[in-house]
Nanobody
Framework: QVQLVESGGGLVQAGGSLRLSCAAS????????MGWYRQVPGKQRELVAR???????NYADSVKGRFTISTDNARNTVYLQMSSLKPEDTAVYYC???????????????WGQGTQVTVSS
């Protein structure tokens, strides 16, 4: 079993920055991708940023140029650097790992507990 522990959320003024971290409680045998998603009341969870095992990245159009996803594989950690924050970025942010704890298939999706990001005007 694995836990994904998120940190770094909080309250920030518009235009400010936050850095979210998501650390796995143990190493993975293999990682296919890591990502960040967010959800607000009444709306579906949406992809914010994703990075594949090959290093390619995808960002939601709404965050391109403002958010950056990165990893520290040695520390089993994925980060989301958020800059120029806007009130519409307010949401609960969830990290996601797709991979294997053990050597045998299949891959599974693992989720963090969520961390609240609130951006004031």
């Amino acid at each position: 079993q694995v836990q994904l522990v998120e940190s770094g959320g909080g309250l920030v003024q518009a235009g400010g920055s936050l850095r979210l971290s998501c650390a796995a409680s143990r190493s993975f045998f293999s990682i296919n991708a890591m990502g960040w998603y967010r959800q607000v009341p009444g709306k579906q969870r949406e992809l914010v940023a994703r990075i594949s095992s090959g290093g390619s990245t995808n960002y939601a159009d709404s965050v391109k140029g403002r958010f950056t996803i990165s990893t520290d594989n040695a520390r089993n950690t994925v980060y989301l650097q958020m800059s120029s924050l806007k009130p519409e970025d307010t949401a609960v942010y969830y990290c996601n790992y797709r991979g294997r704890i053990f050597s045998y298939p299949p891959d599974y999706n693992y989720w963090g507990q969520g961390t609240q990001v609130t951006v004031s005007s």
